[in-house]
């Protein structure tokens, strides 16, 4: 009967680790991939009477450990504005101006777990910024564009985000990003009689979503 009990004993715990390695939920991918709305109150476009630049991004995180991790992101971001002024003899003009960046970046990012599902993170990056940017004006028939010569230029930035995660593999963000980066306008006769340096030092407020695979 020992025989018999101990050899029960030793099948019930058995089948009870299997059924644990079976409902143990896999290791979590290293990877995740994300994607974000931004808006950028970056400093100088004041200068040309915009507003902040409006935009998202794509993000692609990789986690060396639970606590350090890199990122590539790629982002876009586009400032307009609009107006109309009346010249003697000629009559109403219509302007709108614009100007594009697109950041690409890299950064290394540490997290600060606050529980299962809230951490905190941050982290210093460096990019490369592409400019572009044109003036259009029309006056009845008339109508032409200016292209702003803007230089591409490389930046630095910081980075400080909450992220809640309510399941394993899905989580949503919400982050401040500082970004360091200038540029210039090319004189082209029109716009500036000379070369202007523009500081694009300012805040974009990030929010999106990550996936881990």
């Known amino acids: 009967m020992k025989k018999i009990a101990v050899s029960l004993v030793l099948l019930m715990l058995a089948v009870s680790s299997a059924c644990a ?20 109150n970056a400093k100088d476009l004041d200068d040309l ?9 794509i993000l692609g995180q990789f986690r060396f450990h639970k606590l350090l991790g890199a990122e590539l ?45 809230f951490c905190l993170y941050g ?18 028939p008339w109508d032409y564009n200016y292209d702003l010569d803007l230089d591409n230029n490389g930046g630095f930035y910081a980075l400080l985000g909450a992220r809640f995660s309510p399941a394993r593999n899905i989580g949503f963000f919400l982050e401040g990003k500082y970004t360091w980066v200038e540029t210039s306008i090319q004189a082209d006769g029109y716009f500036y009689d000379a070369d202007v340096d523009l500081d694009f030092d300012g805040l974009a407020v990030n929010a999106g979503m990550i996936l881990t695979f």
């Open 73 to 117: 992101r790629l982002g876009g971001y586009v400032a307009g504005d609009d107006g109309d002024y009346y010249v003697e003899g000629d009559g109403w003009y219509e302007t709108e101006t614009s100007i594009g960046v697109l950041p690409l970046e890299i950064d290394l990012v540490g997290f600060l777990p606050v529980d299962e599902r």
């Open 49 to 57: 009477d915009l507003s902040g630049a409006v935009g998202g991004g």
């Open 123 to 140: 982290g210093p990056g460096v990019g490369y910024y592409l400019f572009d940017g044109e003036i259009r004006e029309s006056n009845g």
């Open 21 to 40: 390695e079976e409902t143990r939920p896999p290791p979590m991918s290293r990877f995740s991939a994300g994607a974000y709305l931004s808006y950028w």
